[in-house]
C-alpha cells in the first residue's frame, strides 16, 4: 500500500552545544552582542557560544555535518572569524534545503555578569540575523550553580519548516 | 505572491534548564513531589528544578523571558515560593498566548535517592498541574557519574500546540 | 464544543541524555560503532552514550520510564550488555505505540579522540538501527572545554510521526 502524502514529516528539529572556558581581557559575545564584562571566551573566534550552539542545531537539524567540519579551529584561515558569518553561511545551506528557521529556543549559562538586562537587544539582534520574528526567539539564561563558574555554555533547540513555496511537496 | 497558509507553523518547541546545590537539612522536591532524602535544594525557593526548568521552556516557546525575570530570587517577597506557583503564572501566559502544552521529555540528573520508585508519582502530580494526560509527561533519571555529585539538575524539552479553538488561524 | 480534529498534536518530540567515565583498557563504542582510544566507557554495558541518549530519548517521548527501568545496571542478567539489543528492544515499543522516528539530532561531548572522521560510519550504522535515512541522523560533536576532560556524554532530541497507515487517526 503507497504512504499516504504526509506534509507534517516535513517539520525538522534540530539541537546544538557549545561551550568557552572564560578568560580575562577577552572579549564576551553572545548572539552577536557584545556584553560588558570582565572576562570573555578564550576562543579561535569570537567564541559566541550562542551563535555557535545555534549553528550547529541548524546543520544537525540536516545532518550536514558540525561547525567544526567547515570551520576548523586548527585552520589559521579562520583565526578571528567573526560567528556571525558563520551563521550567514549555515543560514544559507538551510535555504538551500528548501527549508527557513521556524523558532528557536536557547539557554545561555553564565555566572556573571547577569543577562537580563542584555536580552532585549540580544534577542532583536538574533531575530535580525535570523529572519525570525522576535517572539520565535526563545532566550532563558542560568547560573552555573557552581557546576562551571568560568565557563560560558549554550543550548539551542531550534525548529524548521520548509519554505511557504515548498510546504506540501513530499520530501 | 502571498504565502500559503501553514497551520503546522503553528507549533511550538521550547528548552528549559535548571540546577541547584544539594545541601544537608534541606528538602528536596521534584515535580511538585516531596521526595525523602537526606539532601535537598539550596535555592530561595523549594528548588524543584523539575518545574524551574519546565517554567523555563515553556516561557522561551514564546519568548517571554525566563523565570528568573518574573521571580527574582534576589527579592524577599518571593522568599520560600512554592515552585507549583511560578508554573501556574506561567501556564497562565501559555493560555493567553492561544496555546496548550502537547508534551513534556524531561532528564533529570541526580546521584541519590534513586528516582525510579518515584517515578509514577511525580509524573501523576505533572499530568495533574499541567493538564497533560500521564503518557504525555516522559521523565528520565540519570545519576551523575561523577560530574554533579552534590546538585540536582533538569532539563526539558515541551512541545506545544495551539488551542483547539485557535487551530488553522494565523500566527 | 466538540474539539476539532487535530491530526498535527500526533507528532511527538523526547529528549534524552547519557554520560559515561573514560577509563583506560575500556572499548570505546558510538551509536553502535567501535572508535579506536585508549580510554573506553566504564559501565555494566557497552557503554554507548549515543545509542543510550537515543533510547531514552525515544522512551521519553511515549512516558515509558527510561532504559534503566527496563535494563537495571545492577540485575548481573545485563552485565555486558550490547546497546544495540536496548535500542532493538525500544524501537520495538515505538512500532507498537504506532509510531517511527522520523527524526535524530545528538550531540557527543568527548575530548579525544576527534570524532569528525567517524561521523560517516557513526550516521550509517545509526540509520541502519533505526531505519532512517542518513539526512534525518544529525549528528555533532564537541569537546567538554575543560569540563568534562574524562566523560563521554550524549545528549539527543528525537522526532516521530504516526506510522502512515496510523496518520490522521484520533490519538
Ligand atoms: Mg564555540
Ligand atoms: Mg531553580
Ligand atoms: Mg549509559
Known amino acids: 500500500m503507497a504512504e499516504k502524502p504526509s506534509t507534517w514529516s516535513q517539520l525538522l528539529v534540530g539541537y546544538g552545544e557549545d561551550a568557552h572556558r572564560l578568560g580575562e581581557g577577552r572579549e564576551l559575545w553572545l548572539g552577536g552582542v557584545r556584553i560588558e564584562s ?45 560567528s556571525r558569518v558563520i551563521l550567514e553561511v549555515v543560514l544559507q545551506k538551510v535555504r538551500e534545503s528548501g527549508y527557513r528557521l521556524s523558532q528557536l529556543s536557547a539557554v545561555v549559562t ?14 532583536q539582534h538574533l531575530a535580525l540575523l535570523t529572519g525570525l520574528p ?38
Open 38 to 82: 570582565d572576562r570573555g571566551a578564550i576562543a579561535h573566534s569570537d567564541g559566541d557560544v550562542l551563535l555557535h550552539a545555534l549553528s550547529d542545531a541548524l546543520l544537525s537539524a540536516f545532518a550536514l555535518g558540525d561547525i567544526g567540519s567547515y570551520f576548523p579551529d586548527h585552520d589559521p584561515k579562520w583565526k578571528g572569524l567573526e
Open 134 to 171: 522576535e517572539k520565535r526567539v526563545g532566550l532563558t539564561f542560568k547560573t552555573s550553580e557552581g557546576l562551571a563558574p568560568d565557563h560560558a555554555q549554550c543550548r539551542v533547540v531550534v525548529y524548521l519548516e520548509p519554505l511557504p513555496e515548498k510546504q506540501g511537496e513530499k520530501s
Open 110 to 123: 553564565l555566572d556573571r555578569p547577569k543577562l537580563g538586562p542584555h536580552r532585549t537587544s540580544i534577542q
